[in-house]
């Protein structure tokens, strides 16, 4: 009786996984890119509020009128992480460097920073959104809003590390105006802070203003 008992339960086992298998996964179909990028500030004073399109447009753009337009390649973006170094300091001069985040509904704004007073060790801060800031949220490029604010000064550097998704709506994509130099359907990755002031620049990528 235990062997056809052992046997039935086998047999049931077996259709239950057939069946089970012969329905489809849930799948995302959502076409998700992460990257780091990198950039380095080229201003003496470099305080930037950086919004959510300044993320996707610097995530890259392609050129849709020449010397005008450029289109976002992006849909919405996410901020995992940001990294920045000081650049270099001086002996026995301090220097700051810092982040701002911009909190959600009934959230307070949080600032992180770091100094050095040493030539050797830069002024160094690595940070996750926080909870309940605008950055820790899924961000569209149809509603830009403000992120966070970083300040640092010449010479330092900053990595964001991004989760973005393409547009698959069919809807025409966000476009961003007043450019100064453009090619028709080339491809640019912009300052992190914007075409304005552009203080921030992307290293070893194509930019434009």
């Keep these: 009786m235990k062997k056809q008992n052992k046997n039935r339960n086998n047999s049931n086992n077996s259709i239950n996984n057939k069946f089970r298998n012969a329905y489809l996964p849930v799948l995302n179909t959502n076409v998700v890119v992460k990257h780091k990028y990198r950039f380095q500030n080229t201003a003496a004073s470099a305080s930037a509020v950086i919004t959510s399109n300044n993320l996707i447009t610097a995530a890259g753009v392609v050129g849709t009128v020449v010397n005008s337009t450029v289109a976002m390649i992006f849909a919405s973006v996410r901020l995992r992480r940001i990294e920045v170094w000081g650049g270099a300091a001086t002996a026995g001069t301090g220097q700051t460097i810092s982040i701002e985040w911009t ?64 547009s698959d709506t069919g809807a025409a994509a966000t476009t961003l105006t007043g450019m100064t130099t453009v090619v028709l359907n080339k491809l640019y990755y912009l300052a992190l802070d914007g075409i304005n002031p552009a203080n921030w620049v992307p290293i070893r990528l194509t930019t434009t203003t």
């Design 103 to 166: 909190g959600a509904a009934n959230s307070p704004n949080l600032e992180f920073s770091d100094t050095t007073m040493t030539a050797v060790n830069p002024a160094h801060v690595r940070l996750a959104p926080p909870k309940n800031s605008l950055a820790s949220f899924w961000q569209l490029s149809t509603a830009s809003v403000n992120l966070f604010q970083i300040t640092a000064p010449l010479g330092s550097i900053v990595d964001v590390d991004l989760d973005l998704i393409l």
